[in-house]
């Protein structure tokens, strides 16, 4: 046998004994466990899958054992995802930090930063949120007004950002902030910055939504102070880091959807409670838009697999991860339309006993499901960078095309 093929069933039998069973699927609503220092679990089994996989150090797997991390080969965190997907187990904790500034980090931060930053990390002890939108900067990120002054030893932050996920339950933030003013050119002149949510001057307001969640804020910085020794990469060198960053998200929002809402819905069993005979014109054109939206969704599933492997084997898949990201949050909002049809007037529901747990969370998720073509870059901004990042598509002519 291999060294591969030993470590593959070495792999499998761990996981076997040690997955809970009940973990075993995709989550509902409410039903993953964020990593940071108020951790909570619903039940027993998330602890106990949360404890077992951190002490293995298999919270980054792929990362070095230095900082944290497994370990792990390429080829050998290929066979832990495989492993973990064949028995359909949950993350044991969801993590900003490690899906998007980690790998940055790991790329650019300074030794002690990596000491200092990703451990924690590694240990499900530091929650993490974004701050780089801002209420005239979201999609035209290079607009950012947020300062970080020059202080001495430290900088002062001021200003604030928007739709930040999470960020009245987070421990720390990576945030773009403006440090140079001088120059004409708005990307030049930005730098990145990690902060303490809890430091004097920083406040979180959550923002109402549609669907009666409340997962967006507002964050407001008064005077923070922040040490320089949390400034990441070159001093007004951010814009690398922030495209670079992004990069990590698409690719984190294109894999989001595998074990969380909204695709924990089946999609042809719940159309086969509201069609049951599907012998009318209208429930056969609703059968037929189902089987090619499930038909979508596997082989978007095939292609995120494919995507993975090639991260692991340490090639570019920037340009997979902004085509995946659109597609996952378009394929999900169309999910959802296509099952409101199907529902009929059963979808209106928004609380009370005459609608089912199932509906009411259908209804909602449907709402949920247009958020996603917004968050991590609108469908719209997606499209451009597909066209001029990923197919290096010209500009379009001044005045339009003639």
Same mark, same amino acid.
């Given at each position: 046998m ?18 809970p ?10 039903e993953?466990?964020?990593?940071g220092?108020?951790?909570?679990f619903?039940?027993?089994d998330?602890r106990?899958?949360f404890e077992?996989?951190?002490?293995r ?6 990362w ?11 080829e050998?965190?290929?066979v832990l ?5 064949r ?5 044991p ?12 980090l790991?790329e650019?931060?300074?030794e002690?930063?990596k000491?200092?930053?990703?451990t924690?990390?590694t240990?499900g ?7 780089f939108?801002?209420?005239n900067?979201? /999609?035209d990120? +290079?607009?950012?007004?947020?300062t970080?002054v020059? *202080?001495g &030893?430290?900088?002062v932050? $001021?200003g604030?950002?928007i739709?930040?996920s ?6 720390w ?7 140079d003013?001088?120059s ?10 990690v902060?303490?949510m809890?430091a ?8 109402d ?5 409340s997962s ?12 320089k020794?949390?400034l990441?990469?070159?001093l ?8 670079r960053?992004?990069?990590h ?11 969380s809402?909204p695709t924990?819905f ?13 012998d009318?014109? /209208?429930d056969? +054109? ?7 939206c *499930?038909? &979508?969704?596997h082989?978007? $599933? ?6 993975g492997?090639q991260?692991?084997?340490?090639q ?9 990201k ?8 169309q ?6 049809d199907?529902?009929?007037?059963r ?5 009370g ?15 949920m499901?247009y958020t ?10 997606q499209l451009?960078v ?5 197919l ?7 005045g339009?095309?003639?």
């Open positions: 291999s060294a591969i093929e030993t470590f593959r069933a070495e792999t499998r039998a761990w996981l076997e004994a040690n997955c069973e009940s973990l075993r699927g995709a989550a509902a609503s409410g993953l466990v964020w990593g220092s108020q951790v909570e619903a039940n027993e998330q106990l899958w077992r996989m951190r002490d150090n298999w919270f980054c797997p792929d070095p054992a230095a900082y944290g991390g497994g370990g792990l080969s390429p050998e965190d290929a995802q495989q492993e973990l997907k028995l359909k187990c949950r993350p904790q969801i993590n900003l930090g490690i899906w998007m500034l980690g790998p940055v790991l650019f931060g300074t002690e930063q000491q200092r930053l990703l924690p990390m240990r002890e530091v929650r993490w949120c974004q701050g939108s801002e209420p900067a979201g /999609s990120l +290079a607009n950012i007004r947020t970080a020059d *202080a &030893d430290h900088y932050v $001021n604030s950002k739709w930040t999470y960020g009245d339950k987070s421990d933030m990576y945030a773009l902030v403006r440090t003013n001088s004409a050119k708005k990307q030049e002149g930005i730098s990145l910055l902060l303490d809890h004097e001057g920083v406040e979180a307001r959550p923002i939504l549609i669907s009666g969640k967006f804020c507002e964050v407001f910085f008064d005077n923070v102070k922040v040490s020794d949390n990441i990469g070159p007004n060198g951010g814009w690398t880091l922030a495209k960053l992004l990069q998200e698409r690719s984190a929002m294109s894999k989001f959807g595998e074990f809402l924990h089946d999609l042809m069993t719940i159309l086969g409670d509201y069609l049951p005979d599907a009318t014109p /209208s056969i +054109a609703l059968r037929a838009r189902a089987q090619a *499930a038909l &979508d969704e082989a978007y $599933n095939l292609t995120v697999q494919r995507m492997q991260a692991r084997a340490r570019d898949v920037s340009g997979i991860a902004a085509i995946m659109l597609v996952h949050s378009e394929q999900e909002k999910k959802f339309e296509l099952l409101v199907a529902m009929g007037h979808a209106l529901g928004w609380d006993d005459e609608f089912s747990e199932q509906e009411l969370a259908i209804s909602k998720a449907w709402l499901s996603q073509t917004i968050a991590g870059g609108s469908s719209e901004v451009n597909i066209a001029k990042r990923v290096d598509l010209p500009d379009a002519p001044k339009g095309a003639k």
